[in-house]
């Protein structure tokens, strides 16, 4: 079986371990119901507590509570990229995410996220906060809380558009014909969505050109929506444009991050491939 879904709840005088639980209803071997729970596939509500992941398989149930389970043998199986953390600032971190690796978790586990990964790498363990979130198939920096005030704070800087975000994409076509330097600025979703970027460089043997993004607003896949209206789609994008086939992937990069810490209270800068950030 490859996929398999649960949702029950515990009857009384039917509590024991979880994994015991589990392994009678979905009709597998213990190991790989410990192996899906420490990759986050399982999930239980008690009565004092909301829904939580549970990895521990000795956990012993008790009547009333809500467990579900969310089995995808193919998902389980995947070994994921690895994130690097590159800078440590105590209330954050600033991690290079790789291409194929989720921003956060699915029902189904969350093994092949940075989120889960962040969570392991630290010692003593910390608690984890997504600030902003980057496609799966693209790469680049991201920032990670590790308290509520600063999740607070950091997404605050976000919501206002005070964290500047600057990308690197690869797009098909010679987009240096329609200028250096360009704005788009078509609506998306019915929203205005304004994209500026700058042309690197031009490639005609493979057609395509470097550019270097900055966007002025956060709308939904706003860089690939907008250079694929435009014409020039990204490379190695799976959803939007034609003829942008690749087969390294696709070419969007989170490559620099800027804005005033705001806990050291001075602007800091993150830039992709660099082992220090700069503070001013």
């Known amino acids: 079986m490859n996929r398999i879904v649960i949702k029950a709840v515990v009857e009384a005088g039917k509590t024991g371990s979880i994994s015991d639980f589990l392994a009678a209803r979905a009709g597998l071997p213990k190991a790989r119901i410990k192996d899906a729970m420490q990759k986050g596939a399982v999930w239980l509500r008690g009565w004092k507590s909301g829904l939580r992941r ?14 579900e389970f969310y089995y995808d043998a193919a998902l389980l199986a995947r070994v994921p990229p690895q994130a690097v953390c590159l800078h440590d600032l105590r209330a954050y971190s600033v991690w290079h995410k790789p291409a194929g690796l989720l921003a956060q978790g699915t029902k189904y586990g969350d093994h092949c996220s940075l989120l889960r990964q962040a969570e392991v790498f630290f010692r003593p363990v910390r ?29 605050r800087l976000l919501q206002e ?21 360009g704005r788009i600025d078509l609506p998306l979703d019915g ?10 460089g031009y490639d005609p043997q493979a057609s395509t050109t470097a550019v270097e993004v900055r966007l002025k607003t956060g709308r939904f896949h706003q860089i690939r929506r907008h250079f694929a209206m435009l014409g020039y789609p990204v490379m190695g994008d799976p959803r939007y444009g034609t003829g942008n086939k690749n087969k390294e992937g696709m070419k969007l990069a989170a490559i620099g991050l ?23």
């Open 258 to 280: 800027s804005f005033i810490c705001p806990f050291q209270k001075r602007a800091v800068f993150f830039r992709s491939g660099q082992d220090d950030s700069r503070q001013e």
């Open 191 to 200: 929203k205005t969505a304004l994209t500026g970027y700058k042309v690197l």
């Open 161 to 181: 558009n005070r964290i500047s975000k600057v990308y690197q994409v690869v797009v098909a076509g010679n987009l240096a014909v329609a200028g250096l330097e």
């Open 127 to 155: 608690l984890v906060f997504l600030v902003h979130r980057l496609d799966r198939e693209a790469a680049g920096l991201m920032l990670i809380a590790h308290t509520r005030t600063a999740a607070a704070r950091l997404s």
């Open 54 to 67: 549970l990895r521990r398989a000795s956990t012993v149930l008790q009547a009333g509570d809500s467990v």
